[in-house]
C-alpha cells in the first residue's frame, strides 16, 4: 500500500482497489509457496466465518439463558465454560462474559481502541461497530447513540457502557419480551436481533416478526 | 499510544451509518485479508498486541480514510516485514524467493484449522494474588506513551470501583515493548459518568474497562 | 468540543516539516482569503470564537486533509451562509443578488482598514475581583462540552498553579452557546510535566494555558 | 467547497484547486457587490501582511529590550503597552505577552487547539506551527521537537510550553549572544530569527551569519 493511494478513494468501508486486490493476492502467494498456509485454508476460513459463526449462534445461546435459568446462571458466571459446556452449541473462545438487561440497567458494547467483538458468537463485526462515529460518540452519550438505533430508554435506566479493552469480550443478553411464555427456545431464537446482543438495539417482538 | 485509533470520547466524525442487511464482507478481498490475519495469528509469529499497535502507528488521516480491511492489509504487510517473514521483493513479485520462510515454526493445514477459529486464551498462571479486590476504589495511571497500552485517553487519572477480577492475563503493553508476555492481573473497573465526562454528562451512565493491574494505584 | 482540532498531547501526525525560505503564501489564493477574513472580523457580525468554533465542526478527515487556508474558506462560507450574511444562490453566482445585507451595519474602507490590522481587544472591564490570586492552586474543570470551550482536553481535570492574572476577557464559551461576552477574569495556570502526561515525561517540563475563570476550581 | 472534494488533494498545505479559487473569487465579489467591502481593500490587507508585518518588527523589539534594560523590564510587564509607548514601533495589539528566555529556563509557544500566532509582531504564521505535528507534539515532548529544530538543550534547563489558548499572544525574548557587545540595535536585530521568538530555535550568532 503506497503512501500515495489512501487520497484516491472514499472513506467508506466500500471500496475497489485493484492496487489492494494485487497486494491480497501477493501476501496470500507468498504464505502458500513459503509453506506456511495450505492453499485450501483461506477458503475454509472465508467459509466459516461467512456461514457457520454469526448473530444466530450468540442468539441460540441468549435463548437457552431465556428458558434455562441454570444455564443463564453458569452464563453469567462464566460465558466461555457455560457454552462450552452445553454439547450442542459449538466451542467459543476466552474469556467472554455475558452481561444482563434488566428494568433498571442497560448494557452496550464498544471498543474504543479498535474494534474487539465477540466473533464466536456473533460473527463479523458490521462496519458502524467498527467506525470512528460509534467508538468516539457511544462512550460519554449513549442515550443519543441508541435513539439513533431507534432504542428509546426510559430517562431513569441506568446505562453501562463496556469498553472491550483487553482480551475479554462481551455479550448483551437482552431482557425476553413480555407474552412470550408459549414460544419454544427456537423460535424465541428468532427474536434475538444481532444488535440486541451488542446492546444497541433491542429485540424483536412477535409484532415485528409479523411485520417483516 | 495517543493515536488517533483512540477514539472514545472524541467528536466530529460524522453519524453512525448501521446497513439494512449489511453484507458479511463488502468486498471479496476482504474475506481473504480475514482469512490472512487469521493465518499469520495462527503462525504464532507475533500476537494480537503487536497487530494492534501497528494499528495505532498508521497517521491519523490514513487511519481514518482507510476501511478496516484496508488498515488490517498495511498492518499484515508492515508487520510481516519489520519481523522478515517475508521481504519487498517477494512482496513486489508476489512470491516466496527464498523458500521456508527463517522464522516460522508452524504451518497452518487443513487439519489443523479448527484452531484459526477459536480466540486464543490469554490467561496465565501465575504465583502472584490479585492487588486489588471487588469493591475497591482505584485510580487509573497518567501516561502518555508512545508505546502500546489498553488503558484509553478518556479514562486515564480517574477513579473507578474494581468490580470483576478477570484472571491473570498477557500484558498487552509488555509484549509491545519488550516481547515479553509479563502477565498480570486484569480487572473490570467501573467508572461514574461525571468522573469521566464532567457534571454536565447525562446522570445515569457509567463507562467500564478492562484494566491490568498495572494501570491501577489503591486511593 | 472534543473534535480533532484539540491537537494537544496526541500522537500520529508525522513529522514536523519546516520549509526553508517559507513564502508567505504558498498560492496567490491564500492572501485573499485572509484579507476576506479580516475583513469579515472587522465587520462585527461574529467575533473570532464563532469562526473557531466553526473549524471546529469541521469533520476530522477533512480538518486533516484540508490545509489551513481551505479551513478558513470552508468556515468563512459556512458561517457566513448560517449568519444570513448571503444566500447559497448568490455564491453560486458569486455576486449579490438582493442589494446590500440586511445584517450588516459597519463597511471597511481603504481610510478604515487600519482597523483590520490590528488585533481586536478582549479585555472587559466588570465590577468583579478575581477569585484567584496569583500563586493559588486550582484545579481544572472535567468538560467534554459539544459546545465550544477554550481549555484543551490535555489541560483538563489537572492540578496547576496560578502564575498571573491576565485581566478580564471576553468569554469565548458563552459567545458560542448563546450570544453574550460574558467577561471572565482570565489566568495563566502552569501544569508540572508530570501531572499532565505522567512520571515516564520529561521532569524539566511544565504548561502553561490561559485558563478562564470558570474552569478552574479552588484546592 | 463540496463533500467530494477533500479526497481530491494531498494533505500538505500546498493544493491549487480551481474550484476553491472561484469560490474565493465569489465570496470577494459578493462583499465588494453588497458594499461591505471596498474593492481595494483585500489587495491592501495583503500587501500589509506580506510586507509590512513580519518578524523583522519582532526582531527590533527583541533587539531594544537587549539594549534597553527599562525597555526590556515595561516589555516584560505589558508587552503591548510598552511596545505601543515607543515611537518608532507600529501599533500592536492586546494582549502581548513578552516571556524571557534565561540559561535555565527556555520557553515554547505553541496553540493547540487552533493556531494563533502573534501576527502583529512575527506576521504571518509558518506552516509547521499550524501543522498537527506540531500543535499534537511540542506540548509533551518539546525537547525531542526542539532537537528536530536543531536546538539542543542542556538537559537541566526548564521548558516552559506556553498554549495560546485565549486571546493573548506570546513572544519569547531570546537570549542576547555571548560577545554582541559592540553590536549596534540594527546589528543585533538581523541575529533574531523568527524560530527564535517562537522558542524553536536559537538566534543567529555572529558566525552564523558570516555562513549565510
Redesign the interface.
Known sequence: ?SDSH????????????TD????????????V??????R???????E???N??GPHVGARIVARAWVSPEFKKSLLADATNAINGELDFA?????L?AVENSDELHNVV?C????CYP??VL??P???Y????????V?????S?LE??GLDLP???????????????YLVIPQRPKNTELMSEAELADLVTR?SMIGTSDVLTTADQVNT | MNSIHDLGGMQGFGPIAPEDDELTFHLSWEGRVLGLQRSILFLGLWNIDVFRHAQEKIQAIDYLSWSYYERWVHTLTATALERGLFDQDELRVGKSLSGESPIATKKLTMKSINKAYVRGNFERIGDSQPEFSVGDMVVTKQTHTSLHTRLPRYARDKLGTVIAIRGRHVFPDSVVAHGSEDSQWLYTVEFEGCELWGDAVDPTISNLIDAFEPYLSRV
Open positions: 500500500m489512501h487520497h484516491d478513494h472514499a472513506h467508506s468501508d466500500v471500496s475497489t482497489l489492494i486486490q494485487k497486494r491480497v493476492k501477493a501476501l496470500e502467494s507468498i504464505l509457496d513459503k509453506g506456511l498456509v495450505e485450501d485454508v483461506i477458503d475454509q476460513i472465508i466459516h466465518f461467512e457457520k459463526v466451542e467459543v473462545g476466552q474469556h462474559i464498544v474504543t481502541l479498535c474494534s466473533w464466536d460473527g463479523l458490521p462496519v458502524w467498527k467506525s470512528a462515529p460509534y467508538r468516539s460518540r462512550v460519554s452519550e449513549p442515550r447513540v439513533e438505533f430517562q431513569d435506566t441506568k446505562i453501562r457502557i463496556w469498553d472491550s479493552t483487553a482480551e475479554t469480550r444488535d
